[in-house]
Every structure is written in structure tokens, then in C-alpha cells.
């Protein structure tokens, strides 16, 4: 073992795969074995592995301005290049972009500026927002407490209560649905839950409402038909803004440029990440409406300074990457591409609906998971996430990465970038995982 302290790891069972190089969708380990990076790494590597067009722009930034700060009236032109480009892009608006370094920071400043807009706006107790079970939002102290995931919560005492933090259910009709009732009364219900809870706590206490059009790491649950419309109904009636968290959703992964067109939400706020830079460098970028923006900027006026900023916030490198992604996104089609491959993509997942082990297949675009079920008829769920993990792992002895997710859910999420037959080998070696699975789980005896 290293000296490091790994990640949303098992310290147990740390360097089980060394990572030496990639290319394309694929990534080989230091013995040479080829991997179908069937999750883009997290959720992150739109365009692939050693695209040398993004390399040429990051070596001539580095070598033009390696660094500059964004503090004190300083900026450089490869910020401003691409805050004005994800203003022209996103369904906000007069958006304004503060930069940053990733999804989990950036959901951490827009909680810091919902809480600043509170007291520039003459209504400090207007601070609380609303966040669904298995929702993922980040690992930082504040965006750890708006994801709602187990382990992201063991042992680190976080401040839920002093951040106003809310909950309010999940969007996912397999497990949370009551006996009987229909996707649309399950919408109805979610609608009137979110309702009473925004009654109880106090709607003049409630600032926002933050949500994945897809929830990523939660399990890929994608929302039945409706749902936004009938959330946003809700939101608009107490005038609670819609926080679009699209550190996975964005940039092309349901087929659309963002999650929140491909869904139908009208957000007033948004988080972006991940595909930014097709995670070739760290850049993340927190996006609010104009009158947000403007109340802040005038209080800060006031004060002489906006007190929030990170050194790394406008990097140069991350800001010339990401700027040359979006051309690229743009100028390759690539959303468009990713919505008809995804289109087969997820034909091939729900074919593999009917395999004993499989309760439900989920997915849209290019992402996508299945729920592995102890009873396929009465949805009973295998205990713990071992079964998941078994299913992972045995996809990675077959040259395929997938991710185990809890619940004994096992998520796809390859690069924007493949073609039909690279889902067919994504699809093959699956099933192949899922058959040695079968095997396991009968001779373990947990069926």
C-alpha cells in the first residue's frame, strides 16, 4: 500500500487496478488489459481517452499563462471566453457563472449564495432548501448534507439542521410507489408531499429546491413522465427557486444539451462539471439568474467586497479546456449523437430486462443502471450491496468497467463518444457478468 488515503473506497481492498494509460472509450491497466470504460470514467469523460485536439490547446495555455487568480479585478481572457459561453448556452435567464473546480464545490457555493441573497435581499431566514432522498450532490461539508446517500453521511456529523437542509422524497416509482398506485398518482403524491413539507416548514423560510433531472450516483433514477412539471407547479406557487444540479446531467449525457431541457425544468439555478471539460482538467462552473446575481452584487458593492472565491476558481488551463470541449461538443454534433446512440443503448438495457436477477432497467440517452432483485415479483431486495459489487467486479474481469451503486443497482455510463458496436460489446460482456452472477448468488444460496 501507498501513503494515500484513496476516495470513496474501501481502505480494504485499495489498488486493486492500477489505471496506466487510456484511449478513446478504452482504459488499460499496468498489465496492458483493455477496459470498455463503460462509465466514463465518473460519469465524466465525454469525449474519451487522448483527444489530441484538447491536449494541443492545453499545452499551448499552459504555455501562454500557466496561472492567474480572479481576485481583485483581475481575470484573463480564457474566463471570460467561457463564462460567456455557458451563459449563451444554459436555460437561464441572464446567467451569470462563478468558476470553480468541481460539482461538489459548486453546489457548495450556490448554498453559500442562497444564504448571501437572503440577507442582500432584506429576508435572512430565507435560507432553507429542500433536497430527495437519493439525491447526490457532493462530498464537501455543505454538499454532503444536500446528498442524500448513507455513506456519504457515516460518521461525518454533519450539520444538516444548521444548514437547512430539507428532504423530501425520491423520484423513483419502483421502489418508492404505494400498492396500486399508477406513475401519474405517484407524481401526485410526490407533488402534495413536497407541498405539505414546504407548509410545515414555512414557505417564507424555503429559498430552494435542489434536484438532478436524473439522479446519477442514487441509482440512476430517471422521473416519471410529469414530474418536473407538476415539482415545478409546486415551487413556482411560493416562489421556491429550482436548482438544476447537472455535474452528471449536462453537456450531452440524456441526449439533449442539458438535463434540464431533455426533462423540462425551468431552473433559476445550475451546477456544472464533469463533461465540462470532458474531465481532461478540474473546472466546475455555479450558475444563477441574473436578479439573483445583481442583489449580490449590489450588497457586495456595499461591503467592498464578494468574499467568496477559490485560487484555483477561473484557472486558466481548466477555463481553455473546457471552452474547447464545448466547440467540440458543438461542432461534432455531439449531443445530437449521443441521443441516437443512446437511443440503441438503452434498447440493448431493457432487452436485458427479462434475466432472472434483474428487477428493473432505468436509463436515458447515454446512461443507464439496473436494480439486481433477490424476486423479480415481489421486487425483494438482496441485503447489503454485495451482489452489485460481484456483478462490477465479474464486468471487470471481462473487460468492462460498470459501476455497483446501492441497492444492489449496477450503473452504464459510457463516452458520448461511441458507436453501436461499442454498445454491443458493452451489452455482451454485461451479460456475461450477469449469467456468472446468477451462478454466485444460486451457489451462495441467496435466492
Not at 435567464?93 to 462563478?98: A, K
Not at 407524481?187 to 407548509?199: P, Q, Y
Not at 451482489?387 to 443497482?409: D, H, K, S, T
Amino acid at each position: 500500500m501507498t501513503a494515500m488515503i484513496y476516495p470513496t473506497t474501501n481502505p480494504a481492498l485499495a489498488e486493486q487496478m492500477v489505471v496506466s494509460r487510456g484511449e478513446g472509450p478504452y482504459i488499460f491497466d499496468k498489465q496492458g488489459k483493455r477496459y470498455l470504460e463503460g462509465m466514463a470514467g465518473l460519469w465524466c469523460t465525454a469525449l474519451g481517452y487522448g483527444n489530441e485536439e484538447i491536449i494541443e490547446v492545453a499545452q499551448r495555455q499552459m504555455r501562454e499563462l500557466s496561472f492567474s487568480h480572479m481576485f481583485g479585478g483581475k481575470t484573463h481572457p480564457a474566463a471570460i471566453e467561457l463564462a460567456n459561453k455557458i451563459a449563451d448556452m444554459v436555460p437561464i435567464q441572464d446567467g451569470r457563472v462563478f468558476l470553480g473546480n468541481s460539482g461538489s464545490d459548486a453546489n457548495d457555493t450556490l448554498l453559500k449564495l442562497v444564504r448571501y441573497h437572503a440577507e442582500a435581499s432584506g429576508n435572512p431566514h430565507r435560507i432553507k432548501v429542500i433536497a430527495r432522498e437519493q439525491g447526490y450532490h457532493g462530498v464537501t461539508l455543505a454538499s454532503a448534507a444536500l446528498t442524500a446517500i448513507p455513506t456519504n453521511h457515516a460518521h461525518f456529523q454533519l450539520p444538516f439542521e444548521a444548514l437547512g437542509v430539507l428532504r423530501t422524497g425520491s423520484a423513483h416509482f419502483y421502489r418508492g410507489a404505494q400498492e396500486g398506485e399508477t406513475e401519474a398518482d405517484f407524481v401526485e403524491r410526490r407533488a402534495r408531499e413536497l407541498d405539505s413539507l414546504i407548509l410545515a416548514e414555512g414557505p417564507e423560510t424555503i429559498a430552494a429546491m435542489i434536484a438532478e433531472p436524473v439522479s446519477g450516483a442514487g441509482g440512476v433514477i430517471v422521473p416519471p413522465e410529469g414530474y418536473f412539471a407538476a415539482i415545478q407547479a409546486v415551487l413556482d406557487r411560493y416562489g421556491i427557486w429550482l436548482w438544476d444540479d447537472e455535474v452528471i446531467c449536462g453537456f450531452g449525457r440524456l441526449g439533449a444539451d442539458f438535463g434540464a431541457n431533455k426533462m423540462a425544468m425551468r431552473p433559476q439555478m445550475m451546477t456544472l462539471a464533469k463533461a465540462l471539460s470532458s474531465a481532461y482538467v478540474p473546472v466546475s462552473a455555479a450558475v444563477v439568474q441574473g436578479d439573483i446575481a445583481d442583489c449580490i452584487n449590489a450588497s457586495a458593492t456595499e461591503v467592498g467586497v464578494f468574499g467568496h472565491g477559490y485560487t484555483y476558481s477561473g484557472h486558466p488551463l481548466g477555463c481553455a479546456v473546457a471552452s474547447k470541449v464545448i466547440d467540440i461538443y458543438q461542432r461534432d454534433n455531439i449531443f445530437e449523437h449521443a441521443d441516437t446512440v443512446g437511443g440503441y443503448l438503452q434498447n440493448r438495457l431493457r432487452a436485458l430486462s427479462d434475466h432472472p436477477l434483474i428487477g428493473e432497467v432505468s436509463g436515458v440517452g447515454m446512461i443507464g443502471a439496473m436494480e439486481l432483485v433477490a424476486n423479480k415479483a415481489t421486487k425483494k431486495p438482496f441485503a447489503g450491496m454485495k451482489v452489485g459489487q460481484f456483478c462490477a467486479r465479474a464486468a471487470e474481469e471481462n473487460g468492462l468497467i460498470v459501476r455497483p451503486l446501492g441497492g444492489n443497482r449496477v450503473a452504464v455510463c459510457p463516452p458520448l463518444i461511441i458507436e453501436n458496436e461499442h454498445v454491443d460489446e458493452l451489452i455482451d460482456k454485461l451479460s456475461s457478468a450477469l449469467n456468472t452472477t446468477l451462478e454466485w448468488v444460486r451457489a451462495e444460496k441467496l435466492v
